[in-house]
C-alpha cells in the first residue's frame, strides 16, 4: 500500500527531477570556472607581468579551498538547505569572477580566484549531487549521480573552447566577465527549482561541527580509508596527471598546445557518456567491482600513452581520448554509491571528505609531475607511475566489503532517506 502521499506531476516545482535539473544549472555553471583557471596563466603573465609561480599560487589555493569546502558546504546545506548553499556558491564565484577583472596584484587573484571561486566550486561539485540524489531519488540514484556528474564535465570541457575563443578575440577580462554574468542569470532559475523535501527540521548542530564530527566517526572505519585512498589515486590520476600535465607533455613531442587543448575537450565530451552510463551500472553492478574494472583500465590506459604520444593526432590517441574519457568520471557514482552503503544518511557529508581526498591526490601528483619532468627531462616516469597507482586502486576496491549489521551513520541530515523518488509533501496531482 502506498503511504507517501500522491504522486506530483513531472512539471510541478515539487517534482524530483525539476529538482535535479536546477541543480545541474547550477553544477554546469560552476564547472565552467574550473576550465579559466588553466586559461588565464599565459594572459596574466603577459598583460601584468606575473611570474607563472604566481599564478600558480592561486589554482593552487584554488584546488585546496575546493577540496576542503565541500564536506563543509554538504553539513552546511543539512542546516541552510540545498536552495541556499547553491545560490550562495553562484553568489561566490561571480563575485570572484566580476573582481578578478580589477586585479592589479598578485595577491588579488589568489583571494578573488583561490579563495572565493574556490568556496564557490567547491560547495555545488560533486557533494551536491550527492545531496540531491540522496533526498530526492531512491530507484534510480546511479542514474541521477551519473547525470548530475556529467554536468560538472559538461561546465568544465564543453566551454573550454569557448572561454578561449574569447580570450583570443577579447581579452581574459571579457571571460571572466562573461561567466560572472552566467552565473548571475543561472541564480533565479537555480532558487526556483532547488528545494528540499518538506518533512523534517533541519539539524540543530553547527555545520562545521558537524562535518568534523562526521569525519571523526568515519575516520574510525577501514572503508572511510579505502574510499579515501582509491579517490585520492582518482584526483591523482586525473585532474594531477592529465589535466595538467598532458597538454605540455604532448608539446615535448612537438604537438601543438592547441592541439592538445583540443584532445582534452574531447576526453571532457567521452565523460559525459561514461559518466551517465558507470550510473547506470551502479544500480544494476556490484560497485567495488565497477571501481576495480574502472581504475584497472584507466591503468592501462596511463601505461600506454608515453608510446602514442607523437606530434600529430592519429588513431591510437584518439582511441586513447575515447577510452580514457569514459573512464575519467565514471569512479564517481559507484563511490557515492559504496558512501551510502556504509554511512546511510552521513554519505553526502562523508563523501565530501572522501573528495577532499581526491583534491589532495591531485595536487600532490600535479605539484610531483613538474619535479619528475625537471628531473628527467621526460614525463614517462610520470604516466608510469600514475599507472601504477589505478593498479592498487583496483585492488584497493576490492578488499571493501559489503556492510553488515548496523552502518555507521554519522548525525542524520535535514531529511530523513525515502522509500521512493518523490518528496514528503508533494502538491496533489492536477
Known amino acids: 500500500m ?52 604566481s599564478v600558480g599560487l592561486g ?15 554538504a553539513a552546511l546545506m543539512d542546516r541552510l538547505g540545498m536552495r541556499r548553499v547553491a545560490v550562495g556558491a553562484l553568489c561566490l564565484v561571480g563575485a570572484g569572477a566580476g573582481l578578478a577583472t580589477t586585479m592589479t596584484a598578485p595577491w588579488q ?25 540522496e533526498r530526492w531519488f531512491v530507484a534510480r540514484r546511479g542514474l541521477v549521480t551519473g547525470l548530475l556528474t556529467a554536468a560538472s564535465v559538461v561546465g568544465q570541457f564543453v566551454f573550454l573552447p569557448v572561454l578561449s575563443w574569447v580570450i583570443d578575440a577579447y581579452s581574459w577580462r571579457a571571460a571572466a566577465t562573461a561567466l560572472a554574468l552566467a552565473a548571475a542569470g543561472a541564480l533565479p532559475v537555480v532558487w526556483a527549482a532547488v528545494r ?87 544500480d544494476r553492478a556490484d560497485p567495488r567491482r565497477l571501481l576495480a574494472v574502472y581504475y584497472a583500465l584507466r591503468g592501462l590506459t596511463l601505461l600506454a600513452l608515453p608510446l602514442l604520444l607523437t606530434s600529430a593526432v592519429d588513431a591510437p590517441l584518439v582511441a586513447f581520448t575515447v577510452v580514457f574519457g569514459l573512464l575519467d568520471v565514471a569512479t564517481v557514482p559507484p563511490t557515492i554509491a559504496l558512501c551510502r552503503a556504509h554511512y546511510g544518511a552521513g554519505a553526502p557529508v562523508v563523501f565530501g571528505w572522501v573528495s577532499a581526498a581526491h583534491q589532495v591526490g591531485a595536487g600532490a601528483v600535479a605539484f610531483a609531475g613538474g619535479t619528475a619532468r625537471d628531473a628527467f627531462g621526460s614525463y614517462d ?50
Open 2 to 53: 502506498k503511504t507517501f502521499g500522491p504522486r506530483p506531476h513531472p512539471h510541478t516545482p515539487g517534482s524530483p527531477w525539476t529538482v535535479a535539473a536546477g541543480a545541474a544549472l547550477a553544477i554546469v555553471t560552476a564547472g565552467a570556472f574550473s576550465t579559466l583557471a588553466g586559461l588565464l596563466v599565459g594572459p596574466l603573465h603577459e598583460d601584468l607581468g606575473w611570474s607563472r609561480a
Open 196 to 282: 528540499d523535501p518538506r518533512n523534517g527540521p533541519a539539524p540543530r548542530e553547527d555545520a562545521a561541527r558537524r562535518a568534523v564530527r562526521t569525519l571523526a566517526r568515519a575516520a574510525r572505519h577501514g572503508p572511510f580509508w579505502l574510499l579515501a585512498g582509491t579517490f585520492a589515486v582518482c584526483g591523482a590520476s586525473t585532474n594531477g596527471v592529465m589535466w595538467t600535465h598532458f597538454a605540455p607533455a604532448a608539446h615535448d613531442h612537438g604537438m601543438p598546445v592547441t592541439v592538445a587543448a583540443s584532445l582534452l575537450s574531447l576526453i571532457g565530451i567521452f565523460n559525459v557518456a561514461g559518466t551517465v552510463a558507470s550510473g547506470w551500472l551502479t
Open 109 to 133: 587573484f589568489v583571494l578573488y580566484w583561490g579563495v572565493l571561486v574556490g568556496l564557490g566550486t567547491g560547495a555545488v561539485a560533486t557533494t551536491f549531487a550527492a545531496t540531491v540524489t
Open 59 to 73: 589554482s593552487l589555493v584554488n584546488m585546496v579551498v575546493y577540496g576542503a569546502s565541500a564536506p563543509f558546504a
Open 381 to 430: 616516469p610520470v604516466w608510469v607511475g600514475a599507472g601504477a597507482l589505478c593498479a592498487g586502486a583496483a585492488l584497493l576496491a576490492l578488499t571493501l566489503r559489503r556492510p553488515r549489521g548496523r552502518r555507521v551513520t554519522p548525525p542524520a541530515p535535514a531529511t530523513p532517506r525515502r522509500s521512493r523518488a518523490l518528496p514528503a509533501s508533494p502538491p496533489p496531482c492536477r
